[in-house]
């Protein structure tokens, strides 16, 4: 079992940037893809970024493309997204992902609030 815990989620008013982390229980070392999803309210969970094992492949959203960066330190167990330029409609709970031996790991997410 994995375990993954967000922080640094909150309300911050349009154009502020954010960091996200994503603490795992375990070595990251040997893991697949870990992301980052979003689900707003009313609405579906959402792919926001992902890095593979290596950290050298990483996938955006369009709608975040430019603004968020993803990351991952194997040294501190430790996922990372940094959000720049946030805007009211990145509002959502954001929730670190990893998947490990075909078994995916959620986390139990951090609130975003951006105020325009």
């Known amino acids: 079992q994995v375990q993954l815990v967000e922080s640094g989620g909150g309300l911050v008013q349009a154009g502020a940037s954010l960091r996200l982390s994503c603490a795992v229980s375990?070595?990251?070392?040997?893991?697949?893809?870990m992301g980052w999803y979003r689900q707003a309210p009313g609405k579906q969970r959402e792919l926001v970024a992902e890095?593979?094992?290596?950290?050298?492949?990483?996938n955006y959203a369009d709608s975040v493309k430019g603004r968020f960066s993803i990351s991952r330190d194997n040294a501190k167990n430790t996922l990372y997204l940094q959000m720049n330029s946030l805007k009211p409609e990145d509002t959502a709970v954001y929730y670190c992902?990893?998947?490990?031996?075909?078994?995916?790991?959620w986390g139990q997410g951090t609130q975003v609030t951006v105020s325009s």
């Open positions: 890095v593979t094992s290596s950290g050298v492949s990483t």
């Open positions: 992902t990893v998947i490990q031996l075909f078994a995916r790991y």
């Open positions: 375990r070595s990251i070392f040997s893991m697949d893809t």
